[in-house]
């Protein structure tokens, strides 16, 4: 499975983006995708998650209300909708996929997408 994120960049507090990422390879052995972040000098911490059959959500209180995350099956993409930023939301975020095939439970990562977020 390969993960690409888009849709980082420079905002202003209060502000939003919208990041998404593309999944392709063999997407049909997905069972979640979450987004995580990190900031500089922070360990990477869950954000968001969303799992492919019952698309059943979770967030962090950090981000409860604020950020809402969804996913097109058909297309193999997910995104995360951020308002109402903070600047304490700046950080690298990383797209993530768990797959189950062959017995054996895996993770995969993109490369992450950058929101800075200026107050």
């Known amino acids: 499975v390969q993960l690409v994120e888009s849709g980082g960049g420079l905002v202003q507090a209060g502000g939003s983006l919208r990041l998404s990422c593309a999944a392709s390879?063999?997407?049909?052995?997905?069972?979640?995708m979450r987004w995580y972040r990190q900031a500089p000098g922070k360990e990477r911490e869950l954000v968001a998650g969303?799992?492919?059959?019952?698309?059943?959500?979770n967030y962090a209180d950090s981000v409860k209300g604020r950020f809402t995350i969804s996913r097109d099956n058909a297309k193999n993409t997910m995104d995360l909708q951020m308002n109402s930023l903070k600047p304490d939301d700046t950080a690298v975020y990383y797209c993530?996929?768990?797959?189950?095939?062959?017995?054996?439970?895996?993770?995969?990562w993109g490369k992450g997408t950058l929101v800075t977020v200026s107050s």
């Open positions: 390879g063999s997407t049909y052995s997905i069972t979640r």
């Open positions: 993530n996929a768990r797959t189950f095939s062959n017995d054996a439970w895996r993770d995969y």
């Open positions: 969303i799992t492919s059959g019952d698309g059943i959500t």
